[in-house]
């Protein structure tokens, strides 16, 4: 009983992982962020993508949403630039698996063995750069990554998963400088 239970819990944990989104994201400590209050999309490296003009207007569109939510707005005259760019590449796996048959014939058959089979997925990196418009660097980097479909009708809610938990890493939540508030106390 407790080896089925054990069972589940790693059939869950593999399905669940097969749909999150791994998340990270890098800055500068330097930063003042409140300062970053309108973007534009710095379209040389949009251009640059290499995917489908339908998949950049949905990663577009996702970002869009996520950051207008939180009160940024598109300008003409940008305080910073949003850069995207992609990654994927195609994950196989070869697993062994189990089985037991039976057969007819002039030999018949009965046992166990085991069988390969394989399977693979597409694993895609999507990466959103924040450059400062004036000083032309780049000042915060968010980065997920996790498992591709090419189910139509799944791709655009895929696409606003990845959006929607990179930009959640922005702004950072800057640890208060020990030095600092020891001196205030």
């Not at 990270?24 to 330097?30: E, P």
């Amino acid at each position: 009983m407790k080896s089925i239970q054990s069972l589940l819990v790693l059939l869950f944990f593999t399905l669940a992982s097969c749909s999150s989104v791994t998340v990270n994201a890098d800055y500068d400590k330097t930063v003042d962020f409140t300062k970053h209050k309108t973007f534009a999309y710095m379209k040389e490296g949009i251009n640059k993508l290499e995917i489908s003009d339908l998949d950049k207007r949905r990663i577009l569109k996702a970002v869009d949403e996520q950051m207008l939510a939180k009160g940024f707005v598109k300008s003409e005259t940008p305080d910073f630039l949003v850069n995207i760019f992609t990654k994927s590449h195609e994950e196989v796996n070869v697993h062994s698996g189990w089985g037991y048959g039976w057969g007819y014939g002039y030999y018949p058959y009965y046992g166990f063995g085991g069988y390969p089979y394989v399977s693979s997925s597409i694993e895609g990196t999507l990466y959103i750069d924040f450059i400062d418009a004036k000083k032309n660097e780049l000042f915060w980097q968010g980065i997920g990554s996790g498992y591709l479909t090419q189910d139509v009708n799944r791709k655009e809610q895929r696409i606003n998963e990845f959006a929607t938990q990179i930009l959640a890493q922005y702004p950072p939540v800057i640890a208060p400088n020990k030095e600092k508030t020891e001196k205030k106390n």
